[in-house]
């Protein structure tokens, strides 16, 4: 318990880091004393492009990791990420829809953010209705409809794209790579209001998944409701999937290599690996996009891409470093 403020501190410190780090940097330079003090274009830039970018891109990674580590403990599976479920799969097939069909707005929301919304919520439930067998969930069937309602929407959105024409394809194409652009204010405290709450009761039950992750029977043997955690974390996991992804599309690895880097640094005590990957995963995609939007500027590479092409070598590399490590 002695180590846990000073890893969660050095994880906070680089989240702070990478925020300041997403607002300074950039494809133009930033005055930040003319910003502060209202001298145009620096202060635009600040206020209506670098700091609603940042603060989604810190919501975007958090939420994703925090939901990696809850699924992986949910259904005991090292490879789980934030989209298992089919939540992802749900969000994109009704981003792809609203985007085929031109919806432009609801209730003054995206088109396409709140179709994405439907499609994650719809999927949810559909996969709580197929796993649940008279009135009880099983990890094993969340998991298998999961990958199957995850197959079944892949499967729309290729059939929908190979309908529309070469516009409407590339725009299908660029929001299923995840890409961060900076939203309005009002979508940034509706995505506060959903996602704090949602963080809160996740850290809350720490101590529930510590032995979820165990196994059900052990959970139930120590008074863990296991039926009703897996409701709750079902729920709470795709929810914090569902919101992030409905405005940037799918940002791949990010809850996969975060929760596993984290666990070979600090165990699996969720009561810290949570905060930890809260933190880590927000700064770990706020300077991904920074890297996107200034390696090739002016051109922007989608934070989706950056964060595969990082993620992948490096789980490779952790995954024979932990080979070599058994060996040893």
């Given at each position: 318990?002695?180590?846990?403020?000073p890893?969660?501190?050095?994880c906070?410190?680089?989240?702070?880091a990478?925020?300041i780090a997403?607002?300074?940097?950039?494809?133009?330079?930033l005055?930040l004393?003319?910003?502060?003090?209202?001298?145009?274009?620096d202060?635009?830039?600040l206020w209506?492009?670098?700091?609603?970018?940042?603060l989604l891109?810190?919501?975007?990674?958090?939420a994703?990791?925090v939901?990696?580590?809850?699924?992986?403990?949910l259904l005991?599976?090292?490879?789980a990420?934030?989209?298992?479920?089919g939540?992802?799969?749900?969000?994109?097939?009704?981003?792809?829809l609203a985007i085929?069909?031109g919806?432009s707005?609801f209730a003054?929301?995206?088109?396409?953010?709140f179709?994405?919304?439907?499609?994650?919520a719809a999927?949810?439930?559909?996969n709580?209705?197929?796993?649940s067998?008279?009135?009880?969930?099983s990890s094993v069937s969340?998991?298998?409809?999961?990958?199957?309602?995850?197959?079944?929407?892949?499967?729309?959105?290729?059939?929908?794209?190979?309908?529309?024409g070469l516009?409407?394809?590339?725009?299908?194409?660029?929001w299923?790579?995840?890409?961060?652009?900076?939203?309005?204010?009002?979508?940034l405290?509706?995505?506060?209001?959903?996602?704090?709450?949602?963080?809160?009761?996740v850290f809350?039950?720490?101590?529930?998944?510590n032995?979820?992750?165990v196994?059900?029977t052990?959970?139930?043997a120590?008074?863990?409701?296991?039926?009703k955690?897996l409701?709750?974390?079902c729920?709470a996991?795709?929810?914090?999937t569902?919101a992030?992804?409905?405005?940037?599309?799918?940002?791949?690895f990010v809850?996969?290599i975060?929760p596993?880097?984290?666990?070979m640094?600090?165990?699996?005590?969720?009561?810290t690996?949570?905060?930890c990957?809260?933190?880590?995963?927000?700064?770990f995609?706020?300077l991904?996009?920074?890297?996107?939007r200034?390696?090739?500027?002016p051109?922007e590479?989608?934070?989706?891409?950056?964060?595969?092409?990082?993620?992948?070598?490096?789980f490779i590399?952790m995954?024979?470093?932990?080979?070599?490590?058994v060996?040893a």
């Amino acid at each position: 318990m002695e180590n846990k403020v000073p890893v969660v501190m050095i994880c906070a410190a680089a989240f702070v880091a990478a925020g300041i780090a997403a607002v300074t940097i950039g494809s133009r330079t930033l005055n930040l004393a003319a910003a502060l003090h209202g001298v145009s274009p620096d202060h635009e830039i600040l206020w209506e492009l670098r700091l609603p970018r940042a603060l989604l891109s810190l919501w975007t990674g958090g939420a994703l990791a925090v939901a990696g580590v809850l699924f992986q403990a949910l259904l005991r599976n090292a490879l789980a990420t934030p989209y298992t479920l089919g939540v992802s799969g749900g969000a994109s097939l009704g981003a792809v829809l609203a985007i085929v069909f031109g919806w432009s707005s609801f209730a003054g929301i995206s088109g396409v953010s709140f179709a994405a919304c439907v499609g994650a919520a719809a999927v949810l439930v559909l996969n709580v209705v197929l796993a649940s067998n008279r009135g009880r969930l099983s990890s094993v069937s969340l998991l298998l409809a999961g990958v199957t309602i995850n197959s079944m929407c892949g499967a729309a959105i290729l059939f929908l794209s190979s309908l529309v024409g070469l516009l409407k394809s590339f725009a299908v194409t660029r929001w299923l790579m995840g890409g961060i652009d900076a939203p309005d204010y009002l979508t940034l405290v509706w995505l506060t209001a959903v996602l704090a709450p949602v963080c809160a009761v996740v850290f809350w039950y720490s101590r529930e998944w510590n032995l979820l992750s165990v196994g059900e029977t052990w959970a139930a043997a120590r008074g863990v409701s296991t039926g009703k955690m897996l409701v709750l974390g079902c729920l709470a996991g795709s929810i914090l999937t569902g919101a992030v992804t409905a405005l940037t599309g799918p940002i791949a690895f990010v809850g996969l290599i975060v929760p596993h880097a984290l666990r070979m640094w600090v165990g699996a005590d969720h009561r810290t690996l949570l905060p930890c990957s809260f933190l880590l995963g927000a700064a770990f995609v706020a300077l991904c996009d920074v890297f996107s939007r200034t390696i090739l500027a002016p051109v922007e590479i989608p934070v989706g891409v950056i964060t595969s092409l990082l993620g992948g070598p490096f789980f490779i590399w952790m995954l024979s470093s932990r080979r070599r490590g058994v060996a040893a």
